[in-house]
């Protein structure tokens, strides 16, 4: 079977690069972490060294770089999940600067290249589930989200983080539609984006994020529904107040702002209990927090996740 706009890709013809990450991650396990196995990623000619965190490493099968480029969400460009790879050719990454602002003592505005050098990339597997119940598998690059926050040190008012995408209907024809509020804003607790999970997101598979992955910089939040994960962002706030977010705006009941993985609280109009791995046919269950409660669950000790949704 195969997803709509997805060529079903067999077994036999799945691509040296899905094969050669998924045994260079095993013999990392192997070695527990003993051997630090370099990637290259050119970024503007430079190449970019990075180290696999095998501490974040997952067993799972990769989802094939085809599926990964191929299939979107990425509104900015287009609402079909095709769209943003054909359209993503016109989006600028360079020069490129993210201003981080707020509730900080030390409010700066980072050139990506300085972002790219801030802390040592590394490459770690995550599951990523949207909210439309599709899910993948996928080497990222980047390092946690907290080290560029430490950077501008946050004062005690700073209880949430917002992150807003670029916004330019130039480059982003899809901004002529108002199918949601733009520019893209999302929103973490501050306890949320310093977890070391939070990653702040350069590349995947070895090499830059394609545009329509959000380049040149986004984050991955694995434990949240996709749309948590904003794309190309240009501006990161800290905030005292839990910010609106864009998909909140458009829908209250069905985009609450924790957006916590939970196989028990159904999208109003669909079960979110199962979801199918892009690329294959079977359903698997999802689980609580995506797979990373161990992880997070501590930080919601407490609260009514039902109502937290
Ligand atoms: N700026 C922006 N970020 C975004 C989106 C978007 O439309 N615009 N879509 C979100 C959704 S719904 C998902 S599932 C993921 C998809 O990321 P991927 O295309 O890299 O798989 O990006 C998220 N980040
Ligand atoms: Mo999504």
Not at 122 to 148: D, F, H, K, N, T
Not at 182 to 200: C, F, K, N, S
Request: glycine letters at 8%.
């Amino acid at each position: 079977m195969k997803l709509p706009g997805i060529p079903a890709i067999p077994a036999s013809e799945i691509t040296p690069r899905e094969l050669f990450y998924q045994r260079r991650h095993f013999m990392q396990l192997a070695l527990g972490g003993s051997a630090a196995l370099l990637a290259g990623a050119a970024v503007g000619g430079e190449k970019l060294a990075s180290s696999l965190s095998e501490a974040y490493g997952l067993t799972d099968k990769l989802t094939p770089l085809e599926d990964v480029s191929q299939y979107n969400n990425f509104y900015e460009f287009d609402t079909s999940k095709e769209g943003p790879a054909k359209m993503a050719g016109r989006l600028k990454t360079r020069p490129w600067t993210v201003s981080v602002e707020g509730e900080v003592r030390k409010p700066k505005q980072f050139a990506i290249e300085d972002l790219l050098k801030l802390a040592p990339m590394q490459e770690r597997i995550y599951r990523l589930r949207c909210v439309e119940a599709w899910s993948m598998v996928i080497p990222w690059l980047g390092y946690p989200l907290a080290e560029l926050l430490k950077q501008v040190e946050p004062t005690s008012d700073a209880r949430f983080v917002e992150f807003v995408s670029l916004h330019d209907p130039e480059q982003l024809p899809g901004q002529r539609r108002a199918v949601l509020e733009w520019p893209y804003r999302e929103g973490l607790r501050i306890d949320e984006a310093m977890h070391p999970l939070a990653l702040l997101t350069f590349g995947l598979y070895g090499e830059v994020l394609p545009n329509q992955n959000g380049a040149p910089i986004r984050i991955v939040v694995p434990w949240k529904y996709g749309f948590k994960s904003a794309k190309s962002i240009v501006k990161i706030r800290l905030l005292k107040q839990q910010p609106m977010t864009s998909w909140m705006q458009a829908g209250p009941s069905e985009y609450g702002f924790y957006a916590n993985v939970n196989p028990e609280v159904d999208h109003p109009r669909w079960s979110q209990a199962k979801e199918r791995r892009l690329g294959e046919f079977l359903k698997r269950p999802t689980l609580p927090f995506n797979g990373y409660a161990e992880q997070v669950a501590g930080l919601y000790a407490g609260m009514d996740l039902t109502k937290n949704f």
